[in-house]
């Protein structure tokens, strides 16, 4: 009973199993893909769980998901863990999140154009949001179509004059 075995390894299989081995930033991976080669080779239960860290009934249970289903029956992701959690980000903060993307930069800010790590530092600042990444912002201003680089930049004249010379070249 101590002995599991792992089916023939398919050769994109292996390379997939070494490749998760060397993982550093998800070691549930790294950790399930060491077990699957160790018992490829022919180690027992307890051997393997004694060098991965596991419980020898949960090195059998791996080794049956992965030849149940592959390489996919062992793999790990944690954002997929987060179902039935509350949306920490409502609609109503997402519109004003475009809301203040949208508005002149200059009347806010001081600045010419925004850039994301302006427009997060402004929303934090402001109470919006209490943190966000640099990327979930960028996704969202992609998802609600906000380009930054291609919306107007408020450039405006420091000519007190201006409007009425730009009437007057209007005129014309």
């Given amino acids: 009973m101590d002995v599991?075995?792992?089916?023939?390894l398919r050769p994109h299989e292996k390379k997939k199993l070494l490749r998760m081995?060397?993982?550093?930033g998800n070691a549930v991976n790294a950790q399930h893909a060491r077990a699957v080669l160790l018992s490829r080779g022919g180690l027992g239960s307890?051997?393997?769980?004694?060098?991965?860290?596991?419980?020898?009934?949960?090195?059998?249970?791996v080794v049956h998901r992965f030849n149940a289903s592959g390489v996919g029956g062992i793999s790990w992701y944690p954002y997929g863990q987060a179902r039935g959690t509350p949306r920490k980000?409502?609609?109503?903060?997402?519109?004003?999140v475009a809301?203040?993307?949208?508005?002149?930069?200059?009347?806010?800010?001081?600045?010419?154009?925004w850039s994301?790590?302006?427009?997060?530092?402004?929303?934090?600042?402001?109470?919006?949001?209490?943190?966000?990444?640099?990327?979930w912002l960028r996704q969202l201003l992609r998802?609600?179509?906000?380009?930054?680089?291609?919306?107007?930049?408020?450039?405006?004249?420091?000519?007190?004059?201006?409007?009425?010379?730009?009437?007057?070249?209007?005129?014309?």
């Fill in 4 to 8: 599991v075995r792992v089916r023939p």
């Fill in 21 to 24: 081995k060397r993982q550093h």
């Fill in 46 to 61: 307890r051997a393997i769980a004694a060098r991965v860290g596991y419980s020898p009934q949960w090195v059998r249970t």
């Fill in 89 to 96: 980000f409502t609609v109503d903060v997402r519109e004003q």
């Fill in 99 to 113: 809301e203040v993307a949208l508005s002149s930069p200059r009347a806010l800010i001081g600045m010419a154009q």
């Fill in 116 to 135: 994301l790590a302006k427009l997060r530092g402004y929303l934090v600042e402001q109470g919006i949001l209490a943190s966000v990444s640099l990327e």
């Fill in 143 to 172: 998802r609600l179509k906000v380009r930054l680089r291609r919306t107007k930049t408020w450039k405006e004249s420091t000519d007190p004059q201006f409007w009425r010379k730009y009437r007057a070249i209007r005129r014309l």
